[in-house]
């Protein structure tokens, strides 16, 4: 098993505007990226069980293959900035990403 801490060569967030955090999860290996895309694993269901939301909270989940990643956006519970608001810049949510667990997948040894 590896863990997309592992394989990726780029896992980030950042604020998508006043009500979302976009994230980006990004391969520098095209045959990584394939073994994750087929894997099934990357998904908007797997993100929300990741983050302990509702799946109805992911508004975009899509794979943009010339870049080799994956990007989705999760809604914000309070506006950017507002009262209660933990993140301004959205820019520390990403670490729950790092243990999601892949089979028979191994960067390759430079």
């Known amino acids: ?3 997309l801490s592992e394989l990726a060569k780029t ?3 950042k604020n998508a505007g006043v009500d979302h955090i976009t994230f980006d999860i990004v391969f520098d290996d095209q045959r990584i990226f394939e073994g994750v895309k087929d894997s099934g694993v990357m998904n908007k269901q797997t993100m929300a ?3 302990g939301i509702s799946s109805d909270r992911i508004t975009h989940f ?3 293959e010339p870049g080799r990643a ?3 956006s999760i ?3 309070t506006p950017a900035g507002g009262p209660g608001e933990r ?3 959205g820019c520390q949510q990403y670490a729950p990403l790092f243990d ?3 089979r028979d997948l191994e960067r390759p040894i430079n």
């Open 75 to 77: 809604a914000r519970k």
């Open 11 to 13: 896992i980030r967030s």
């Open 62 to 64: 899509f794979v943009f």
């Open 87 to 89: 993140d301004l810049f």
């Open 100 to 102: 999601l667990e892949f």
């Open 70 to 72: 994956f990007k989705f």
């Open 49 to 51: 069980d990741v983050f």
């Open 1 to 3: 098993m590896s863990k």
